[in-house]
C-alpha cells in the first residue's frame, strides 16, 4: 500500500508541461518547447488521424532511398557491443525496495503527429527515455532484440507499444521477471538493453507519453502501468512492422491479436 501512495504521489510530481490547454486549441508552434522559446522547426498538425496528404515521410512503405530496414542501419546504431555489454560494476545497479520507482508523463497533444526520417539523416533527443518525437518510418517487429536503437522503438510506441528497457548491469533475475511479466501482458512489446538508464533504477517501461523506471520489478506497478498506459499512442495500428535487425525472439500473441484483454494472467493485481 505505501510504494502504491509513493507511485499515485510520483506521478504526479513527475508530470511534465505547466501549460493549461485543450487539444483542439493547439497550434504546434511551441510543443515540445517552452511557450517562450522560439520553434523553428514545428511539429505537423494533422486534425484527421486518417490522412496522410502531408510532408511526412510515409510509414511502413521499404524503400532503399529513404528506409528499408537494412541500409545505413549504422546512422543509428554501429554494432558496437557497449550498448549491451555490462562494462560497469554489477553492485552499482542493485536491487533496491529502498529506491522509489519513477512515474514520468509527458503532456502530449492529441494533434501532435512526429515526423519520419530517412537513413540519410541522423536523429538525436535531448532525454534519455523519449517517450514521444521523430522516428524512422519502418517499426520494429515485436519482440525481443539483442539490442534497438530508440530511433526505432520510438514508432512502436506511437503505435500503443510498450517498450520494456533493462540495462546491461541490471540484476538479472530482476530483468528475467519483468520480461516474463511484459511477454505475458501483450503482444505489442518490445524489449531491448539500453546503457543509458540510471544505475539506481535500471529497468524501466516505456509507453506513448510515459515511463516507469525502477529499482526493482513491482509487479502490482508494472501491470498497472501497462494497462493504464499501453495501446494508446498516437496511430492505432496492429500491423506488425518490418524492421527486424536483432532480433532474438519474436512476439508471440498473449489474448489475440488486437490484445483485447492486457495482462490476462495478472488476476491478483488490481484493475
Not at 69 to 95: A, H, M, S
Not at 100 to 117: C, D, G, L, N, Q
Not at 212 to 241: C, D, P, Q, W
Request: contains cysteine; aromatic residues 12%.
Amino acid at each position: 500500500m505505501f510504494r502504491n501512495i509513493i507511485f499515485l504521489c510520483l506521478t504526479v510530481l513527475n508530470t511534465s508541461g505547466a501549460r493549461s490547454y485543450r487539444d483542439n486549441e493547439w497550434n504546434g508552434n511551441w510543443f515540445p518547447h517552452s511557450p517562450n522559446k522560439q520553434d523553428t522547426n514545428p511539429p505537423f498538425v494533422n486534425t484527421n488521424t486518417m490522412t496522410r496528404n502531408d510532408n511526412r515521410v510515409e510509414m511502413g512503405i521499404s524503400d532503399p532511398q529513404c528506409d528499408d530496414g537494412e541500409t545505413n542501419l549504422n546512422i543509428d546504431w554501429d554494432n558496437n557491443p557497449v550498448n549491451y555489454t555490462c562494462l560497469d560494476r554489477k553492485d552499482l545497479y542493485k536491487p533496491s525496495s529502498y529506491i522509489h520507482p519513477v512515474h514520468t508523463v509527458e503532456r502530449i497533444p492529441t494533434f501532435y503527429v512526429a515526423s519520419h526520417k530517412c537513413m540519410n539523416e541522423s536523429i538525436q533527443y535531448s532525454t534519455s527515455i523519449p517517450t514521444f518525437g521523430t522516428h524512422r518510418p519502418l517499426w520494429p517487429i515485436y519482440g525481443e532484440y539483442k539490442f534497438l536503437p530508440k530511433q526505432r522503438w520510438l514508432h512502436n510506441l506511437e503505435h500503443g507499444a510498450v517498450v520494456m528497457l533493462y540495462h546491461p548491469c541490471a540484476n538479472k533475475n530482476e530483468v528475467k521477471l519483468l520480461k516474463n511479466l511484459v511477454k505475458g501482458c501483450l503482444f505489442k512489446h518490445i524489449i531491448t538493453p539500453y546503457n543509458l538508464l540510471n544505475p539506481s533504477r535500471p529497468l524501466a517501461l516505456v509507453t506513448w507519453g510515459h515511463s516507469l523506471e525502477m529499482s526493482k520489478v513491482s509487479e502490482n506497478l508494472a501491470v498497472r502501468f501497462i494497462r493504464e498506459h499501453a495501446l494508446k499512442g498516437y496511430e492505432s495500428t496492429f500491423k506488425n512492422g518490418q524492421y527486424n535487425y536483432g532480433i532474438l525472439q519474436r512476439a508471440d500473441f498473449v489474448s489475440d491479436l488486437y490484445d483485447s484483454v492486457v495482462c490476462p494472467t495478472a488476476t491478483n493485481i488490481m484493475k
